[in-house]
């Protein structure tokens, strides 16, 4: 694939234009003049695709509001935050595996809290997928997740969105079918193929997750990239383009750069501090950040303490979903919803505040 240049912004006003061919410098753009100045220069001199490419990336860095729509129920993104509430139906969850994943009722009581305290989605899992997780069968995660999807739907009505978090077709095609709204795929579309032929069946909306290796392989791969969030764009490109082809419409497509997915703490760290420039791609970004291990690494090494557990790391996630935020994430996919709630409700409205 041809490498295009790249719009990478350093505040809300001042962007960087890198150019991958070595006789063009970076440009810095801070006017709209400016950046019309650059494009006909690009015109004249004959490279008519690299100011294409420039012209949707900047229109997409500009574009702040989305909308998640399916079957009657729609989702407004870019003013206030969404939360996607997690609910594992596993018995081996990094974060909460010794939950009684197989009781109905208390998996109810749960989501019923998720959206009474600001829960916009709801997402279904089956498979655990912390590092070294053993993989289970299409049909053992079937079992695990079509009945709870049936019982949420059938007891909680209709009126909110539900996702299902897999990267079977199979699973997904089911899931979708018993009434989730989104799909949720670690891979991607990288792990099934045939998870696009499913997406653009039901016309739904796909989460499409960065990852690099498997939860088999992260604990003994050695992890390396040149530039992580260059490396994970390029990925949505290709992801995004296979979708396309295969049916999937543009804007059924949320990007997740999938925080511990094949990533050292130093790539999730970049990745956080860097997410505005996945806006390019002029897509909803999703990022889940909830007790995730790398936090527990920095607590661990700067603090001087000993591991703070997944359930003790509320403090830590919300301190990195508060910079994840500021930096463009439409959705937060966690495990604690009311103090998410509580905590994203004064950051938009004190972001959104306008000062005459």
Known sequence: MKSFPVIKPIDKKIFKIEFKDP??????????????????????????????????????????????????????????????????????????????YKDINKILKKVEFMLENGADIIDVGGESTRPGATPISADEEIERVIPVIQAIRKNLGDRFLLSVDTYKSTVADIAVSEGADIINDISG?????????????????????????????????????????????EFFKNQISFGISRGIKPDRFIIDPGIGFGKKVEHNVEIIKRLDEFKI?????????????????????????????????????????????????????????KETAEFLTILDTIRGYKIE
């Not at 004249?44 to 079957?71: C, D, G, P, S, V």
């Not at 045939?194 to 653009?200: E, F, G, L, R, T």
């Not at 290796?213 to 530039?227: A, R, S």
């Not at 700067?302 to 959705?331: M, Q, S, W």
């Open 189 to 233: 579309m990288t792990f099934d193929d045939k998870m696009a032929d499913v997406v653009a069946k039901h016309d739904c909306h796909i989460v499409i997750n960065h990852i690099k290796g498997t939860p088999q392989t992260w604990q003994t791969q050695e992890i390396y990239y040149d530039d992580v969030v260059y490396e994970i764009i």
């Open 281 to 337: 791609l002029g897509l909803p970004i999703l990022i889940g950040i909830s007790r995730k291990s790398f936090l527990n690494i920095i607590l661990k090494n700067l603090l001087n303490r000993p591991d703070t557990l997944p359930k003790e790391r509320l403090p830590a996630t919300l301190g990195a979903t508060a910079y994840a935020v500021l930096k463009g994430a439409h959705i937060v996919r966690v495990h604690d919803v």
């Open 23 to 100: 006789y063009l410098k970076t440009a810095v753009i801070e006017t709209e003049e400016q950046f019309k100045e650059l494009i006909q220069n690009l015109i004249a001199n004959k490279r008519q695709e690299e100011a294409k490419e420039l012209t949707q990336q900047w229109i997409n860095l500009k574009k702040e509001h989305f909308k998640l729509n399916y079957h009657g129920k729609f989702l407004n993104l870019g003013i206030k935050t969404a939360i996607m509430g997690i609910i594992n139906v596993t018995p081996d969850s990094f974060s909460n595996g010794s939950e009684d």
